[in-house]
């Protein structure tokens, strides 16, 4: 309503509404201000608080980053650095998605753009594939009605996984009789390692790799088995590894005979719990640990009840080859008998390192690095032959090891007698014969890092066993560990190793013992 209008009235009742409907008009607008106003206010709250939140999400990124950057120069433990390149990962991954759902959708897509994404590995062709159309609701076009016609279409593919899946292997054998003469053919049944059981050869396998290789204790396994709708006793799972440990001896048996022809060992062991029912605790056992340094690895375990020497001259026996160990006093009766003793340069470095750690000492840092210009001359020999092997190391690591032992010798009157750096270097020169073998023949290895590598998942093992329940069960278990172990030095899928050789184990004669051995299976197929 314009002036002119407003003008042209004059009763009073009238011009009085007007008033009314316009305070009201103008109330209704002062609220619409406020509320917009405190919407604004809110806004910029968030917008306050999504800025300071993303500088902390990007200052921690950069943090962790920096951590994950400068631990890879640190030296790990490898369980060590297996658990804290996860924890990082985890982190930074949960930093990045949270950042992500804080900024807009376009800083978002320049944020994903300018990291460096891992590459992505194909999938496996193998794996079947399940897949799931996503058809529009209609092929008829929604502006113009006219037919769709497909011009392309967009894949993705992702990994999933279902719970464990089992089947029922059903073996049929026909029986047929012939009228004339009454005579029945069938075809015999086929020997198992478990007679009239419900456990095929793959399920053992399964059940040992997980026990064994993956460190699942059997009352874990019947927890994930009744799962995937399955009830699976850990007796009898128990009484299934039972039968299984001791028709696979005459393997392990083979590979130690096999172990002990080589002329080069590598020897260690490793402390496990042994139960003790008249104690009602446990005590304390040893897994003796041997690998041949050939390039088709043999892994063989023994399992004794102390670690006194007598063990390792037991089971070695007559052996009279090149053994690389420690400084383990059990093993000096074999030295004594005609056994050559090569000592571990890896040991040596480990005193130093220790020493490095533990007070930053230039000597323990200066030794390092000594000791490792002896591995890069072993990294450009790896590829050699023996003899080669022996010339180069005779031309580049002898001087090299002459010159440490003339330093160690003309530092030792310098340093306190029982402080940490006397010790490594007292450790070193006490072993020097031992440690300098190496440079006589070519075959002989520098440290006795291989056999370290295959008895570490031990440590984690036995955390996940708890203890063995008798010998008997520890040597049991100690020969399915040495099967499994040197599969997997040389490369072979265990569990299809595994089944393989229970399901063919019954019907094998002895003089073919040796085509189911790890290191010289071969899959079928």
């Known amino acids: 309503m314009d002036a002119t209008q407003l003008a042209s009235i004059t009763d009073v009742k009238t011009l ?7 305070l009201a008009r103008i109330a209704r607008h002062t609220c619409e201000i406020a509320e917009r106003d405190a ?50 990962a ?25 990291r460096n994404p891992p590459r992505r590995r194909p999938l496996p062709p193998e794996l079947p594939r399940v897949e799931t159309r996503h058809e529009p609701e209609s092929c008829i076009c929604g502006q113009c009605g006219a037919a769709l016609v497909q011009i392309g279409e967009h894949v993705s593919e992702k990994l999933d996984c279902k719970p464990l899946e089992f089947f029922v292997r059903r073996e049929v054998y026909p029986q047929y009789a012939c009228r004339g003469c009454q005579r029945i ?10 007679d009239r059981g419900i456990a095929a050869p793959g399920l053992i396998a399964q059940v040992a790799i ?53 002329p080069i060992l590598h020897a260690d062991e490793t402390p496990v719990a042994l139960l003790d029912p008249g104690a009602g605790k446990t005590k304390r056992a040893y897994l003796f640990a041997y690998r041949t340094a050939t390039h088709a690895p043999i892994v063989v375990f023994d399992f004794c009840s102390s670690r006194s020497g007598r063990h390792a001259r037991h089971f070695l026996g007559d052996y009279h080859g090149a053994l690389m160990v420690d400084d383990y006093a059990g093993y000096k009766a074999l030295f004594a008998d005609g056994v050559t003793e090569l000592g571990c340069w890896a040991h040596a470095r480990r005193k130093f390192v220790d020493l490095h750690k533990a007070s930053g000492s ?43 032992r003339v330093w160690l010798v003309t530092l030792r009157p310098t340093v306190v007698g029982n402080s940490g750096t006397a010790n490594a270097i007292d450790y070193t020169l006490r072993r020097w014969s031992a440690l300098t073998r190496y ?37 049991r278990a100690a020969a399915i560990m040495s099967l499994l172990a040197t599969a997997k030095a040389n490369g072979r899928d265990p569990h299809a190793w595994l089944t393989d050789a229970l399901t063919r184990l019954p019907t094998t004669k002895d003089r073919d013992i040796q085509t189911l051995l790890p290191h010289r299976w071969q899959p079928v197929g």
């Open 362 to 404: 230039a000597i323990a840092q200066q030794a390092i690095g000594r000791i490792a210009a002896l591995y890069q001359i072993e990294a450009k020999a790896r590829d050699l032959d023996a003899a080669a092997r022996h010339d180069y190391r005779q031309c580049h690591a002898v001087p090299l090891v002459h010159e440490l």
């Open 210 to 262: 997980s026990k064994y290789v993956d460190h699942l204790p059997l009352y874990r396994q019947e927890a994930i088995y009744a799962r995937s709708g399955v009830e699976l006793g850990r007796t009898s799972m128990a009484e299934w590894l039972g039968a299984a440990g001791v028709a696979l001896q005459p393997l392990v048996a083979a590979m130690r005979s096999e172990l002990l022809s080589q």
């Open 16 to 22: 009085r509404g007007i008033v009314v409907d316009q």
């Open 90 to 114: 985890a982190d930074i991954a949960a930093v990045q998605t949270e950042l992500e759902a804080l900024q807009s959708p376009e800083a978002a897509a320049r944020f994903k753009a300018s």
């Open 39 to 88: 919407l604004i206010a809110a806004h910029d709250r968030v917008i306050v608080y999504k800025d300071s939140k993303i500088a902390v999400l990007t200052a921690e990124i950069a943090r962790l980053r920096r951590v994950q950057f400068a631990a890879r120069s640190e030296k790990m433990d490898p369980d060590q650095r297996a658990l804290f390149e996860e924890s990082m």
């Open 439 to 475: 440079l006589e023949d070519g075959r002989y290895p520098i440290d006795n890092n291989p056999i370290e590598n295959a008895i570490r998942p031990i440590a984690l093992g036995r955390k996940n066993w708890l203890f063995a329940g008798s010998e008997t069960a520890g040597q």
């Open 185 to 194: 053919t069938a075809v015999p049944v086929a020997a198992a390692i478990i």
